[in-house]
């Protein structure tokens, strides 16, 4: 099978949930377990951008004094605000990176999961068919499809983002505010398995923010500057 761009991560997909479903004997139970190996490889990572969402938080009002006292000067305003991250060492991209990471997975998912014939005809609870939408009635007289996944995946990450620590980055947030959005349009209409591995990675990036909220608040300390070459 061809699958294009994400071909690699696609085809190791593939072979992992085949593997996983011939230990478990389910497909459903496969998907489940390969999304939770992957979300605990990435769990440094993860923890490590929770930590640097929160230092934003804690740059939060010097960001507020900065915008009020430059709200005239847009790009002295920028460039006072990127001199703030630069001095307290925080980077307003890191809290994405999780997520850019798991791009290609999610996309090699909707690749894989749109050619496996193996997933056709396997159930899981109310789901008749993983290869197809999750169709449990339509609305009449319009003849909209009620699909319960995706609206259950969107419903986990807005309770993801609600528990998630706010950075201080406008343009990150808005962001965020439309990925549910996107994520639904993605997988509305398209092979219920997708739906629930993006559902099942939410849930535990939730239990993982509720895991580590305990931890220590991290110190906001200004970075060092370089010494000065002579």
Same mark, same amino acid.
């Given at each position: 099978?061809?699958?294009? =761009?994400?071909? /690699? ?5 593939? #072979? !992992?949930?085949?593997?996983? $479903?011939? @230990? ?13 190996? =992957?979300?605990? /490889? ?5 923890? #490590? !951008?929770?930590?640097?969402? $929160?230092? @934003? ?174």
């Amino acid at each position: 099978m061809d699958f294009g =761009i994400f071909g /690699l991560v696609s085809k190791t997909l593939l #072979k !992992s949930m085949n593997w996983l $479903k011939s @230990m478990l004997g389910s497909y459903a139970l496969a998907i489940i377990v390969l999304t939770l190996i =992957i979300k605990s /490889l990435l769990w440094p990572m993860q923890n #490590k !951008s929770t930590q640097s969402m $929160k230092r @934003m938080q804690l740059l939060q009002p010097k960001m507020t004094e900065l915008r009020e006292k430059y709200k005239d000067d847009p790009t002295r305003m920028n460039t006072e605000v990127m001199k703030l991250y630069k001095d307290y060492g925080v980077n307003p991209l890191s809290g994405c990176l999780p997520m850019l990471v798991q791009i290609p997975i999610f996309f090699g998912f909707f690749t894989m999961l749109g050619k496996a014939v193996e997933l056709r005809n396997s159930k899981f609870l109310w789901v008749h068919d993983l290869s197809l939408p999750d169709t449990i009635f339509r609305l009449p007289s319009v003849g909209w499809p009620v699909n319960i996944l995706p609206l259950v995946m969107a419903g986990t990450m807005l309770w993801q983002m609600a528990i998630s620590p706010k950075s201080g980055d406008p343009m990150q947030q808005r962001i965020m505010m439309f990925m549910p959005l996107i994520f639904i349009a993605f997988c509305y209409n398209y092979a219920s398995a997708l739906a629930l591995y993006w559902t099942v990675q939410n849930l535990f990036s939730v239990a993982q923010l509720y895991a580590t909220r305990n931890q220590a608040a991290p110190t906001l300390l200004k970075v060092a500057a370089p010494p000065k070459r002579k």
